[in-house]
């Protein structure tokens, strides 16, 4: 629909989602501003399965019925139906689980005094 964006990569999709082994089934838009797509399984245990994509594009690609717009940083949506999304705030549990800490460029902090 939309497609006049900038394909920004501020996105994370599981590569099941990319690669459309399986239906996204989970959208994370952390307090960061990072948005994570998901197939919502739990057996992701290496975050090299992460795959950079574009937010909108993913969000136009893999989840008919809802918008960017309706998650707010610090919440999930959960797919009810094929079209149906429950959007909810992420518990803080939910924070520290998912957090993939992609966009950490903290190269002050390395450099420092020594004993
Ligand atoms: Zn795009
Ligand atoms: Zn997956």
């Known amino acids: 629909m939309t497609s006049s964006h ?3 990569k501020a996105g994370i999709a599981c590569s099941h989602v990319v690669r459309r082994k399986r239906p996204l089934m989970l959208i994370a838009h952390d307090a960061s501003g990072v948005w994570q797509f998901m197939c919502g399984k739990s057996d992701h245990t290496r975050q090299k399965q992460a795959k950079k994509v574009c937010t909108t594009c993913a969000i136009e690609d893999y989840a008919p019925g809802i918008t960017a ?16 999304w429950e959007v909810r705030p992420m518990t803080a549990e ?8 992609p966009v950490h460029t903290s190269e002050s902090v390395a450099k420092g005094d020594k004993p």
Request: charged content about 35%; glycine content about 8%; hydrophobic content about 20%.
């Open 69 to 84: 717009d309706e998650i707010p940083p610090g919440h999930m949506a959960e797919r009810r139906t094929k079209t149906t």
């Open 94 to 101: 939910e924070v520290g689980e998912i957090d993939a800490s």
């Open 6 to 8: 900038t394909h920004n």
